[in-house]
């Protein structure tokens, strides 16, 4: 299911934000975004947000704004800079007039001139209060996300409750129809077994006998009895408090074999609508339940 929480909290060395976004998605592919001296706590972050959710293409990002600027180091490469110098000065023996080389000159010079955090500031990790603060922070827009999926989960069960009613209609329907086709089947055939018999002679018990043989291949009470187990399953994995949407996945493709043996059993125009119905039905929940937890 998708969602977008976003929180900061201030501390007292800076001000922490973090945001996270869900889209919807069969496996949980998580992304997370982090300053690079906060890296040794994505870990961390991965477990909290792996206990939480199970499916959605997941974004987490975290920022940290220190209220002071770190140290800085500045780095010379020296080897560089008089290997310059001397080629300026052999340039000058020639007779070109060449400027001195002033500090912007160098600071345009590939790495000449290297500036970077001091080593000392660099080991965020090792600040456990503000560690703390950050995890504090994730599990608030966890918390927010949590709220905002679990309201469109409402929306999403109406949903689904209304397609799930549809197809136990359409189960009775296709029974009914099922049962009537059936008696037709059976009289149109016996009639043309007496026809057959007259003609040729055969023992009419053996064609009977044959009748109700192909008739028991057409049965499809086993098939509706299958599928009506499903759609009681069905509504206890909904009730469930447990993540329920692979389990729901897996119980549609068995309730679309089920309509497609059905489908390849019964005869009957009408009837063969209704179960075209309930695999349209079928589809469409399968679609909604990849959103759901």
Not at 150 to 173: F, T, V
Not at 175 to 186: L, Q, T, Y
Not at 246 to 262: G, H, V
């Amino acid at each position: 299911m998708t969602g977008f929480a976003e929180a900061r909290k201030e501390v007292e060395r800076a001000t922490l934000g973090a945001s996270i976004r869900a889209v919807n998605h069969r496996y949980l592919d998580l992304q997370i975004r982090l300053p690079s001296s906060f890296s040794g706590l994505e870990q961390r972050l991965r477990s909290i947000v792996q206990e939480r959710l199970v499916r959605g293409r997941v974004e987490l990002l975290v920022t940290v704004q220190f209220s002071q600027l770190p140290e800085a180091e500045v780095e010379l490469n020296e080897k560089m800079i008089r290997a310059l110098g001397s080629a300026l000065e052999r340039s000058r023996d020639h007779g070109l007039e060449i400027k001195e080389i002033t500090v912007s000159d160098l600071m345009r010079v590939p790495n000449a001139v290297v500036i970077k955090e001091a080593s000392s500031t660099m080991d965020a990790t090792k600040d456990e209060a503000l560690l703390a603060a950050i995890t504090e922070l994730v599990s608030e827009v966890l918390d927010d996300l949590d709220g905002m999926r679990k309201q469109e989960g409402e929306y999403l069960r109406s949903d689904l409750n209304g397609r799930h009613d549809s197809i136990e209609i359409l189960i009775g329907l296709i029974e009914d129809g099922a049962r009537e086709s059936s008696e037709v089947f059976k009289d149109r055939l016996r009639e043309r077994a007496e026809e057959f018999s007259e003609a040729m002679g055969a023992d009419p018990m053996l064609l009977v006998q044959e009748i109700v043989r192909v008739a028991l291949r057409s049965d499809i009470s086993e098939e509706l009895s299958r599928l009506r187990a499903h759609i009681a399953h069905w509504q206890v994995l909904v009730d469930s408090p447990d993540p329920c949407g692979r389990k729901l996945d897996f119980l549609l493709q068995e309730m679309n074999r089920e309509a497609n043996t059905i489908g390849a059993k019964i005869e009957g125009v009408k009837v063969k609508q209704h179960v075209v119905d309930m695999k349209v039905e079928i589809e469409r929940l399968r679609e909604q339940v990849q959103n759901i937890e």
